[in-house]
């Protein structure tokens, strides 16, 4: 079993920041990637952020520049920091992390965070 519990959420003025955090915890053997999506009403769930365990990066054209994933391998966490957030960054954000269960078990199997809301708005 993996549990993501995400923080972080709320509401922000346009040009506002906030930083959300995904902290993974249960039985595991090792996190491989781990990443921020995100849904707004009516839409697709979409690619925000991934970062892979060495650290290497891969962000949404709509968010480069202005958004920075991180992690915190001891902690079994990852960070999206959100700046110059627009009011079209309007969604639900998922966390998503890829996991090793066990070390003879070469798949990755991945689970999803409940979601936490941001919301952008004067």
């Known amino acids: 079993q993996v549990q993501l519990v995400e923080s972080g959420g709320g509401l922000v003025q346009p040009g506002g920041s906030l930083r959300l955090s995904c902290a993974a915890s249960?039985?595991?053997?090792?996190?491989?990637?781990m990443g921020w999506y995100r849904q707004a009403p009516g839409k697709q769930r979409d690619l925000v952020a991934t970062?892979?365990?060495?650290?290497?990066?891969n962000y949404a054209d709509s968010v480069k520049g202005r958004f920075t994933i991180s992690r915190d391998n001891a902690k079994n966490t990852v960070y999206l920091q959100m700046n110059s957030l627009k009011p079209e960054d309007t969604a639900i954000y998922y966390c998503n992390t890829v996991v090793i269960r066990n070390w003879y078990d070469p798949n990755g199997y991945d689970y999803w965070g409940q979601g936490t809301q941001v919301t952008v708005s004067s």
């Open positions: 970062i892979t365990k060495s650290g290497v990066t």
């Open positions: 249960g039985s595991f053997f090792s996190i491989n990637a």
